[in-house]
């Protein structure tokens, strides 16, 4: 018999007082009496084996309840049945009423989150609390392990104060070999990071597109460095510039795309706050000003300037395998250590933050971050005080997660080091700068990597970055980018250890505000044909009067932009340094390839060469290579603690 299912009609004898009566009953539903009915005539003819169990098993839960709740029992027995947790002992039961609320030690103004260590919060007295942190030299200078940053094997230019250096800026451009259909586009502001050794190409180049200014909009692509010499100076690796090479880069060659350039597409944000002059920035759509760097921890991330949800404009960070997906693929096939490749810290759009909130800006640009070797990762905000412009200090945060941060982590006890002495000159093109943060940084070892002496610690471990002096013209609008580099310690509490003396040129780069004879009065004595012919072609290009086949040539007739190498030769006028990365193809002892997993693309040694990306007057890219000891050399030492 089953539940639900209709019968057959069935009889039945009822014993009455008159004799038996015959009764047929209908098929119907069960219903409990119905049930407990049949059970009541089943049992008397069947037992089956389970139900046979259901007395005793009735008769056992009702004792074991009785018992319960009748005797105590230990906790150390396994519970039977549900029941309310053992109350917590006395001496732990506050009550609510007795709790006083205690502020966090980190401002935060959107979630709660993890508080720094207590190493990072500061004594007025004694520094940081972390033992380890404070070194035995309070004034860089000091410091045996840094003498090499305090030489000046370059004299300045007595006219312009700039030091300039042997490398040349060379072209970049995005059209690649055999391109599908004619390139209009203009490119500017590139970024730039080496990929690994493995790789099938030498760089990723990130630059933005000239707009009517609508909109925002940025590409990406493979890239390679191509060039024009033999022997050592050619890297192992690359290969010879060809004429169609030569044609878009210019007689000094330079880096072009290897494929067409892809659009970055990243996820518009909404815009908190903008008000007054800033109203209309809210409706243009894309990202600005980005740049791309290695992490610690070897991601390649991307820092891009758009509309905030704290404010106007602020700073967002995402991992480049999110909008590139081949570059995962890429990550996840080392050689020598086969990986699904490093944890994304940033797999989706981040806005980064400030705290306090007061000291957040309305436009927020320019971050540097900084990655200790640890993989921690940090902010560096200001090189000015955020509110009064008359005290030189610094602001920096430790990033905790999704965008938190510390506050401030600037040791107080450190000196200022920012100075404005050129306010004081003579010269009025030297006067009005103002110091700003311009690329991502990198860390040093202040050692050759192919010296087998050579070995890292936290006395000979630096960061450096590049930062701008920006000067006005009478309309106040950018004269020039003055290129300084700024050096600081890779340990806690990071103090400033020194500042580039002179702003620094490439060796076919000039300095708007003075006159060209000014500019070229200190020829460096190192590669004086290109420097020469660099020359010749600033002159000529910008009158669009006669160019030298050569630097001693007769003049040929006048030619056009267009005839002159597509318009693209290889001279720098207005300049300024976007980003900064360790350049493929690095050496050790014997000339041996360095095969260092993207872990190590971060970090680097005094003869490593770094590839600096160049915007060249809001219309144009370029970079240049050059050994990391030229560019951290002839600094002048900070303060250190007071």
């Known amino acids: 018999m089953y539940l639900g299912i209709k019968e057959p009609p069935r009889s039945r004898y009822i014993q009455h007082s008159e004799g038996q009566k015959k009764v047929t009953t209908l098929p119907n539903q069960f219903s409990l009496c119905t049930l407990v009915n049949r059970l009541e005539v089943i049992t008397m003819i069947y037992f089956p084996p389970l139900r046979r169990l259901l007395l005793p098993a009735t008769i056992f839960l009702a004792v074991v309840i009785f018992y319960r709740s009748s005797f105590g029992i230990s906790s150390s027995f396994p519970s039977f049945v549900l029941h309310p947790p053992s109350p917590p002992p006395e001496g732990i039961r506050i009550p609510v009423s007795d709790i006083v609320p205690e502020p966090l030690p980190v401002a935060n103004t959107t979630a709660n989150h993890i508080p720094p260590e207590s190493k990072f919060f500061y004594d007025l007295y004694q520094g940081s609390n ?148 800033f109203q209309s920035y809210v409706d243009v759509p894309g990202f600005h000003d980005p740049r791309i760097f290695w992490s610690g921890k070897g991601e390649p991330l991307m820092m891009v300037n758009t509309q905030s949800r704290y404010a106007c404009f602020g700073l967002w960070m995402i991992d480049l395998r999110s909008l590139l997906p081949p570059l995962q693929n890429l990550l996840a096939s080392s050689p020598a250590h086969p990986s699904l490749g490093p944890l994304r810290s940033y797999p989706t759009l981040t806005e980064l933050t400030r705290n306090p909130p007061s000291t957040r800006s309305n436009i927020e640009k320019n971050w540097l971050p900084f990655f200790t070797e640890n993989g921690e990762s940090y902010i560096h905000y200001d090189l000015s005080h955020p509110t009064n412009t008359s005290i030189r200090g610094r602001t920096f945060a430790k990033l905790l997660g999704n965008g938190f941060t510390t506050t401030n982590l600037t040791d107080p006890l450190e000196s200022p080091c920012l100075i404005d002495e050129d306010d004081k000159a003579a010269d009025p093109v030297k006067k009005g700068g103002t110091w700003h943060q311009a690329t991502n940084s990198l860390r040093l070892i202040l050692c050759n990597r192919t010296d087998p002496r050579c070995k890292a610690s936290d006395e000979n471990t630096v960061f450096f970055a590049v930062i701008h002096r920006k000067f006005p013209n009478y309309l106040d609008l950018p004269l020039r980018y003055e290129r300084y580099f700024m050096v600081w310690s890779a340990t806690p509490p990071f103090g400033l250890l020194g500042i580039s003396k002179h702003p620094i040129l490439m060796a076919n780069e000039t300095a708007s505000g003075w006159t060209e004879s000014q500019n070229w009065d200190d020829d460096p004595v190192a590669d004086v044909a290109t420097v020469a012919e660099s020359k010749h072609l600033v002159r000529d290009f910008l009158r669009n009067t006669t160019i030298p086949t050569t630097s001693n040539s007769s003049s040929s007739p006048k030619a056009t932009s267009q005839e002159f190498h597509g318009g693209k030769p290889y001279w720098a006028y207005f300049t300024y340094t976007v980003s900064i990365a360790y350049a493929w193809g690095r050496t050790g002892i014997d000339g041996a390839e360095v095969k260092d997993e993207v872990g190590d693309k971060n970090v680097g040694y005094l003869d490593d060469e770094v590839v600096l990306g160049i915007g060249i007057d809001d219309v144009g890219q370029g970079f240049a290579r050059t050994r990391a000891g030229e560019l951290v050399g002839c600094l002048r030492a900070c303060g250190g603690r007071a």
């Open 130 to 277: 972390d033992s380890n942190s404070t070194k035995s030299y309070s004034k860089p200078i000091d410091n045996p392990a840094l003498h090499i940053l305090w030489q000046c094997p370059i004299q300045p230019n007595r006219y312009t104060n700039h030091v300039r250096i042997s490398a040349i800026v060379r072209n970049i451009t995005q059209i690649p070999p055999e391109p599908l259909k004619p390139e209009r586009r203009i490119f500017w502001n590139p970024t730039i990071i080496s990929l690994p050794y493995w790789a099938e190409n030498q760089y990723l180049v990130v630059s933005r597109i000239v707009t009517d200014g609508n909109h925002q909009e940025n590409v990406i692509c493979e890239a390679n460095i191509c060039h024009v010499r033999s022997g050592q100076a050619a890297k192992a690796g690359e290969k010879p510039c060809t004429e169609d090479d030569l044609k878009l880069l210019g007689p000094a060659g330079g880096m072009r795309c290897a494929s067409t350039p892809i659009s970055l597409n990243v996820p518009p944000t909404p815009a908190e706050q903008c008000f007054g002059k």
